[in-house]
């Protein structure tokens, strides 16, 4: 069984066991991660934000990210991105808080942790 | 003989004399002339070569992003195009233009300059399922796309100081129609005279002349854009002759394609309430929705009609005489051979075509004012007014027009005429104010309530003086005592605080006393700590209003308004994050340079595991706490808020949350007398309305690897089984669990 298998059935383990076991009135849920709507809109400005990065058109790659965080404010990526952004244009303090709203969004088990944790690093010596 | 010659000569030097006097007096008035039309040309030139229109500001509204997923309905579009004055047809829609093809529905998008980003027109198909976009296509190329952005609405605008509205149009933008008709209908010899036209004023003249009073003009379109730009409307012959002396000189200055596109953009065209609408770009999208590259024969015809007489041939006061005007204009037209015979029938026979009404000039004015009160401190009122400013807005017409509907609902519960009510909605995520009210009337522009109204907010203030509690040694099962209380304040006055319903509770945990929002317990916890402690997080949200801290204000009598209690929940609903609440995200001048951008900020001002508990607590309130209605209307789903209720019941609150909405509604008096109504059977009755209309995803906790979930029974604050039917799953932090278990409740 491949480890992503492995970590899908215990992650359904825990969800149905919490759901049986869960008081009748506590209705809230914790966060299942599922695929969200408008989920290629955001991938279409990141990438946008990607490409104007690349060109160090940071004002842009701004405007592309805000408008894929107003789609999707809960995505991770488009934070981590906004850090990259704010961090090449040389705003410590926007890297930081960026990358700060990113991990809170990112789970431990994601390869996005240890980008955060590196973009962190970086944001730190500006 | 020299007596004699002297007598001869004196008669001789008097002509010489004269003429001389007569030479200087010609000289001083060639030169007063010289000065004079020196000063007429410096005039000119102040208008040409300077702004020469003081342009309005406008306001635009949030761009709406549309993708595949996204959550509106065919209705929710049209209403937004309905505001950018699209107009719904039948045929393929030109730009600014849509039509229904069944459930979908298809748009040709205006080009927009996005201050750097210019995005050409563009025909869409938008396809819906119920309450959602299923997908969009590109009509032309029959292209999927993942994502369009809609121009943005312009949800009103900062006027010159004379009431002038007015769009420009470029040279090259004027239709050689428009043109073509103005010189057929008013000027017939504009390209041959240099300004003024001799025989047009004779003949005006012995037309004015036989008929006793003024029935023919024979000023030419480069008169008329002196008088309309530099001159009174007095009729004087002095006034004639600086009319004729400044169309001379324009004629010798500017081109004529100049001075007509001057004169275009200059007339006076219609009247709308104070608003005195200029041009013919701004009539046309007033008028027919449509720019004026989309005019047809018979709009340009009632257009260039009504310049004889704006009044007189208003179309709305007036519309069979403007009917008229307009078919003698496409006569003309037809006679002049601008029109084949086709056309003319057509044209003629063709109603009016005008919207059924105009729209209004300013509809959300609680919004324009919270607006212009964050743009003061960067521009002044004459440059808002006057440099054409664009100012992108993070407000959403939608969810506005789903806060009106809802408040007016909401309002005929309590039938108190002198009720009123301030509303701010906003996205705690991002910090964008998406709408706002500020007294019942909402197109009222009267006192800003939910700016200005300084209320007390009452136990809006316990969800931050929780959190400051859970800082120290206390957590969410924390046993509280609710008993009497007497505190001897620093003016030696005692106070004794009471629960809202009179009554003593005894003891519990501290969620059960948070959710049913009992004081006595708090105001305990707090002089024992909990108020330092308060006043600096209100510090950090630049929230704490007085140098000396009353116990007191641990029971909300700190006064607020609902916009600034909004931004208190803003930080509690994004887990200690603070994001300014914002109404503008950017501003560019007119030829679309970007001058100030808002970026998006996000300051970790509080612990988000402790906010985490907090939140729970909030969602505790509407499960069943004092808000437990909310569980009764909006069953299976999750919500999280907090009732106030200041003494005598004169304010009533509701702060809550959903998955991407805070909206927090205050209700009271402008006189402060008594509403008879809490934050429950108040404020958070239209929460409800307004929810209901506007719709919403669950809230949902994050998650937090620090945190420990347990079971616990809210009477005694014990660990009970998970299978407890009557427990309360709550967060811990680590390490901190309630160490005594109790029988299940």
Known sequence: ?126 | MPRKAKRKKKPAAKPRNNRRYAGYLLLGALAALAIYLGYLNYLINARFEGDTWALPSRVYARALDIFPGLVLTSDQLEYELGLSSYLRVDAEPLPGQYRRLGGSLELHARAFDFSGELQPARLLQVFFDKDRVTALTDSSSGVDLSLFRLPPVIIGSYYPGNGEDRLLLSEDEVPARLVETLIAVEDRKFNQHYGIDPRAIARALLANLEAGKTVQGGSTLTQQLAKNMFLTPERSLLRKVNEAFMALLLELRFSKKTILTAYVNEVFLLQQNRIAVHGFARASRMLFRRSVEHLEAQHIALLVGMVKGPTRYNPFKAPETARQRRNLVLKIMFDQGLLQPQEFETASAAPLGIVDRLPGVNPFPAYLDLVKRQLQSSYSAEELSRRGLRVFTTFDPLVQRNLELGLERGLQRFAQPDLQAAVVVADYLNGDVQALVSDRETDYPGFNRALMAQRPIGSLIKPLLLYSLLEGELTLASKVKDEPIRIRQSDGKIWEPRNYDRELHGEMSLYQAFINSYNLPFVRLGVDGGLEALAQNLDKIKLLKHDVIYPSILLGTTAMSAYEVAQLYQVIANNGYFTPLTTIRSVSDQQHQTLERVPLESHKLFDQARMIQVQRAMIGVAESGTANYLAQRFPGRNLAGKTGTTSDARDSWFAGFSRRLLTVVWLGRDDNKPINLTGSSGALRLWSDIMEIQGFDSFKLSHDGSLEWRSINPGNGGLVQKSCTGGVLLPFPQGRLPDTRSACP
């Open chain 1, 1 to 126: 069984m491949s480890l992503n298998r492995l970590i899908i059935l215990v992650t359904l383990v825990l969800v149905l066991g919490a759901c049986t076991t869960e008081p009748r009135f506590n209705r809230y849920q914790v966060p299942t991660g599922q695929t969200q709507p408008g989920q290629s809109a955001v991938e279409e400005l990141q990438g946008k934000a990607r490409q104007a990065l690349e060109q160090q058109a940071y004002q842009q790659a701004i405007d592309y990210l805000q408008r894929a965080i107003k789609i999707e404010p809960r995505n991770p990526h488009s934070w981590h991105y906004l850090a990259e952004t704010y961090w090449r244009s040389g705003d410590k303090r926007r890297c930081i808080e960026m990358v700060e709203r990113s991990f809170s969004y990112s789970s431990s088990a994601d390869d996005l942790e240890q980008a955060n944790q590196r973009l962190m690093e970086q944001c730190r010596q500006i």
